[in-house]
């Protein structure tokens, strides 16, 4: 006997599986639009921020381990209206695990692009090392043929 109220149990209704699918659009939005495009690279960690409209800037530390970007712009018209803008940001990135606060450094190109670098700590500058590993020639086949008899065997056939 089949329940009225079974198709509420065995499968989601459709404006459910909708709305979940806009909710991870909107996320992967967010994603590409507030992430920083931040990479980690043989020199260390490195974070790039485009803040060409933006006059006052300045780069923090907190707490050893985030990195606090803020930046403001105020611009005031002349002429009869006399207009005010003001616009403010702020940016707090947690730095990976092991990186050194002290160590981070900043710089802003001409084109406005300011980018933050943090030097990899010692565990991760060694484990990117990179070492050529020597190979030996043996001049000895790795498998035995069937019928070779190792030396100083004490194998009979009868």
Request: proline share 7%.
């Amino acid at each position: 006997r089949v329940s009225p109220f079974q198709a509420f149990f065995h499968e989601p209704p459709v404006w459910s599986v909708a709305l979940s699918r806009n909710w991870q659009q909107i996320a992967r939005w967010q994603e590409r639009e507030f992430a920083p495009p931040a990479t980690v690279t043989k020199e260390g960690y490195q974070l790039t921020l485009d803040v060409k409209d933006y006059n006052e800037l300045k780069v923090k530390v907190l707490d050893d381990s985030v990195v606090l970007v803020e930046g403001k712009a105020e611009q005031q018209e002349e002429g009869d209206a006399g207009g005010y803008s003001s616009r403010h940001f702020m940016r707090r990135f947690v730095l990976p695990q092991g990186y050194e606060a002290d160590k981070v450094t900043s710089s802003l190109s001409s084109d406005g692009v300011l980018t933050i670098n943090v030097p990899n700590p010692p565990a991760v500058q060694e484990a990117l090392k990179e070492r050529v590993v020597p190979i030996e020639q043996t001049g000895a086949p790795a498998k035995k043929n069937a019928g070779q008899v190792e030396e100083g065997s004490t194998e009979t056939s009868k």
